[in-house]
Nanobody
Framework: VQLQASGGGLVQAGGSLRLSCAAS????????MGWFRQAPGKEREFVAA????????YYAGSVKGRFTISRDNAKNTVYLQMNSLKPEDTAVYYC????????????????WGQGTQVTVSS
């Protein structure tokens, strides 16, 4: 199982970015796929998750209303549309897959992408 994340970059506050995570393999139908982020000196934190089989979505309070997670079954790809970005959203963003419960706990995800840097300037 491999996850390939892309789409990070530098954007001004108030701008938008869309992250993509392409997944290989076919195990995801029963599991969550999620996005996490880690800023320098901080722990990795939950951002958003989607239950692949039904499309249910979940968000951290800090991004709810600004970020949208979605999936494309045919492409085995999950997206994170990030709008109204703030400097505090600056972090390395990781996609993860394989958790079958507690979608907000990073240690329950066995598969991780390589991370993509998002920098929001003020």
């Amino acid at each position: 199982v491999q996850l390939q994340a892309s789409g990070g970059g530098l954007v001004q506050a108030g701008g938008s970015l869309r992250l993509s995570c392409a997944a290989s393999g076919s195990i995801f139908s029963r599991y969550f796929m999620g996005w996490f982020r880690q800023a320098p000196g901080k722990e990795r934190e939950f951002v958003a998750a989607v239950k692949w089989s039904v499309g249910s979505t979940y968000y951290a309070g800090s991004v709810k209303g600004r970020f949208t997670i979605s999936r494309d079954n045919a492409k085995n790809t999950v997206y994170l549309q990030m709008n109204s970005l703030k400097p505090e959203d600056t972090a390395v963003y990781y996609c993860a897959a394989g958790s079958d419960n507690y979608y907000y706990t990073p240690t329950l995800y066995p598969y991780w992408g390589q991370g993509t840097q998002v920098t929001v300037s003020s």
